[in-house]
């Protein structure tokens, strides 16, 4: 499965990619040669055009100018509609979130989540809390247009 280090001015595509479960590295605070030095063996997603040059392969060139387009981009040209898993990873960090007991979140959450949820996940790196709340709807929507 291929994975992603999302440049600087690709924040937002970092979420939509986390989002449908790919897993995408990305800092707002470093340099081009931090970039190649973390990238490894991820694809570096970027709109310089120097900074691709200097990673050859390792490097995706996005050309849309939209956070939802330049998403589909990346979707379209890896081939990923089929591996997507949505709600699989933490948005912040791109960490796999784990399931958890809602008894051993109980004063994490917000009274009204407490009363009608039951199916929480966490992130193991910062620990936020997700279920599938008010946003969630939004997200599935997003999700959707995505991958269609
Ligand atoms: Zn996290």
Request: net charge positive; aromatic share 10%.
């Amino acid at each position: 499965m291929v994975r992603f280090l999302a440049d600087v001015h690709l924040g937002r595509v970092a979420k939509y990619l986390r989002l449908l479960g790919f897993d995408t590295l990305y800092f707002t605070n470093i340099d081009d040669s931090e970039i190649i030095d973390i990238a490894d063996n991820r694809v570096v997603l970027t709109k310089d055009k120097e900074l691709c040059k200097r990673l050859d392969s390792r490097c995706y060139f996005v050309e849309s100018k939209k956070p939802l387009n330049q998403a589909k981009e990346i979707i379209k040209r890896f081939n990923l509609k089929d591996s997507a898993n949505p709600f699989s990873r933490c948005l912040k960090d791109s960490a796999i979130l784990k399931r958890v007991e809602k008894e051993k979140i109980l004063d994490k959450i917000p009274p009204k989540v407490k009363k009608f949820y039951n199916d929480f996940k966490i992130c193991p790196i910062c620990h936020k809390i997700y279920w599938p709340g008010s946003h969630y709807e939004r997200m599935k929507k997003i999700i959707r247009d995505l991958l269609d």
